[in-house]
């Protein structure tokens, strides 16, 4: 028998769209040596709970000083897979928002160096309950 739980409703979202950089990125060390440009978008899912507690003193959490962050990390070393890179992003705002946010976030990689494939490639990672978004069109 299975107890009826409340859910969180995460109805509030904080979006960083675009943010952009030209990353070291790639399996060779030839591949890596021309930084390709990236594109991430995050989501930042706040629970309806607590949406009272955002004030305008800026002290909730800080989307420019995240975005920074984000561009520091992606542009100080190189990396070899997207999944890595976007883990690592993943792991630096975990820290940084209170942990009953919950985040999702797309890495796009705009080429990737093969002329039949024209819009790139595209990692998405999410912490947010199963079954509780869709891949967006």
């Known amino acids: 028998m299975s107890e009826n739980l ?4 995460y109805n509030n979202i904080l979006s960083i769209n675009s943010l952009s950089a030209n990353v070291s990125l790639g399996i060779t060390p030839e591949e890596r040596s021309v930084p390709q440009k990236v594109v ?3 989501r930042f899912y706040i629970p309806e709970s607590m949406s009272s507690s955002i004030d305008d003193n800026g ?3 800080c989307y420019h000083n995240l975005s920074e962050k984000i561009y520091a990390l992606c542009t100080s070393k190189e990396y070899r897979l997207i ?3 976007i883990m690592e992003v993943y792991r630096m705002i975990r820290k940084q928002v209170p942990d009953d946010v919950k985040l999702w976030i797309k ?3 705009t080429g ?3 002329d039949y494939v024209e819009k790139g490639a595209s990692f998405i990672y ?3 309950p199963p079954h ?3 891949i967006p069109a």
Do not use: C
């Open 107 to 109: 890495l796009h990689k």
């Open 59 to 61: 002290e909730y959490f």
């Open 132 to 134: 509780s978004w869709t």
């Open 40 to 42: 991430i978008d995050l």
């Open 126 to 128: 999410s912490d947010l």
């Open 83 to 85: 999944e890595f890179l």
């Open 6 to 9: 409340p859910q969180t409703v």
């Open 112 to 114: 990737i160096l093969l």
